[in-house]
């Protein structure tokens, strides 16, 4: 059983058609998104609150929970494929490193 962890750079629209695709997946025992530890410093009383730089799409951690290493390189593909066609940007959090 692999856990692939992915952070997706988007709207919470882009992490929902994400995880139903990976849904869709034999061999895929578990996809969802899970509260991010990471903290983004979202200072509600800061200088530069509400600034254009500020407001932009948000960010997901999503965990997947695969039966095989054959389902594990789909779900990457399938990954990068969905994330490529909805405009948004994906990046595969390796714990290990």
């Known amino acids: 059983m692999s856990l692939i ?3 997706l750079t988007g ?3 882009d992490a929902n058609a994400l995880i ?3 849904h869709g997946l034999d061999d895929v025992d578990r996809a ?3 509260a991010d530890l990471m903290p983004h410093l979202d200072d ?3 200088s530069s609150a509400g600034l254009p730089d500020d407001i932009g799409p948000g960010t997901h951690l999503l965990e997947v929970d695969t039966t095989s ?3 594990d390189r789909r779900v990457r593909e399938i990954a990068r494929r ?3 066609n909805l405009g ?3 990046e595969f959090v390796d714990d290990d490193l």
Request: aromatic share 0%; with cysteine.
């Open 5 to 7: 962890r992915m952070r």
């Open 11 to 13: 709207s919470s629209d």
């Open 20 to 22: 139903t695709a990976l």
């Open 32 to 34: 969802e998104e899970i």
């Open 44 to 46: 509600a009383d800061s």
């Open 69 to 71: 290493d054959d389902a």
């Open 82 to 84: 969905t994330t490529e």
């Open 88 to 90: 948004c940007a994906l």
